[in-house]
C-alpha cells in the first residue's frame, strides 16, 4: 500500500484549461510538498505547505489536514506547464512520494 | 539554477564497482538530502544530513553510505552495485534542519550500471 497516492496518472489539456490534481496520503505529516518534474528530469520544490493554501501565479496548493488530501490546481495553462507533478510528504523522519502526475497541455 | 551541483552528471559502470557521486548545496543550506529516481520505483528518500550529522534515515541499503563534510558537500558512496541500482540520484539542500523546509534540487546524476 502506498503512503501517497496521486490522481490522475496522465492528464491532457488544452491550452487555458483549469487544471486540478490530487494527492491523499495515509500517514501524518509535518509537511507536504509539490514538486514538478521536468522532461529533461530536474526537479523543482512549488510549494511546501502544512495547512491551508497557498498561490503562487497561476499555481494554487491547497490542504485538508482532516482529510489527508491536498489538491494542486493550474489556471489558464499553458504548454510550458507540461511536466511531472509529484506529492511528497514527511511523516517523522520519513519522506514519501507519489507516482506524479504526468501533465501535457496541448496548444 | 538552484544552486545546488552535483556531479558527475553521468555515470556508467559495471556491477560489482564502487562509485561515488557529490553534491554541493546552495550557499548557506546546511542540510543535504539524497534520493533515487528509478523507473519502477519512483523517487524515494535515500538519506538527510544536517551540518554533518545524520539527520534521517529512508530506504538507504546496506551497499550505500553517505557522509557530509565540513566544507558542507556531501558525497554517495554505492558500492557492489547491481543492475537494480540504475536510477538517476538527486540531491537536495535547504536552510532547513529538523523539518522539511523548502528544499532546491540539484540537476541530478545519472547512473547506468552494465
Known amino acids: 500500500k502506498n503512503e501517497v497516492e496521486q490522481s490522475p496518472q496522465n492528464l491532457t489539456a488544452q491550452e487555458g484549461e483549469f487544471i486540478t490534481i490530487n494527492c491523499s496520503y495515509s500517514v501524518g505529516i509535518s509537511a507536504l510538498h509539490w514538486l514538478q518534474q521536468h522532461p529533461g528530469g530536474g526537479i523543482v520544490s512549488l510549494f511546501m505547505?502544512?495547512?491551508g493554501k497557498k498561490k503562487h501565479g497561476r499555481l494554487i496548493a491547497t490542504i485538508n489536514i482532516q482529510e489527508k488530501h491536498s489538491s494542486l490546481h493550474i489556471t489558464a495553462s499553458h504548454p510550458r506547464d507540461s511536466a511531472v507533478y509529484i506529492c511528497a510528504v514527511r511523516s517523522g523522519n520519513q519522506f514519501y512520494f507519489g507516482t506524479g502526475t504526468s501533465l501535457t497541455v496541448i496548444p | 539554477d538552484s544552486g545546488v551541483t552535483q556531479t558527475p552528471k553521468h555515470l556508467i559502470t559495471a556491477t560489482g564497482q564502487r562509485v561515488t557521486l557529490r553534491c554541493s548545496p546552495r550557499?548557506?543550506?546546511?542540510?543535504v538530502y539524497w534520493y533515487q529516481q528509478s523507473l519502477d520505483q519512483g523517487l524515494q528518500f535515500l538519506i538527510q544530513y544536517y551540518n554533518g550529522e545524520e539527520r534521517a534515515k529512508g530506504n538507504i541499503l546496506e551497499r550505500f553510505s553517505a557522509q557530509q563534510f565540513p566544507d558542507l558537500h556531501s558525497e554517495l558512496n554505492l558500492s557492489s552495485l547491481e543492475l537494480g541500482d540504475s536510477a538517476l540520484y538527486f540531491c537536495a539542500s535547504s536552510a532547513a534542519p529538523g523539518t522539511w523546509g523548502a528544499q532546491y534540487f540539484g540537476p541530478g546524476t545519472r547512473l547506468t550500471v552494465t
Open positions: 505547505l502544512s495547512s
Open positions: 550557499s548557506g543550506d546546511l542540510s
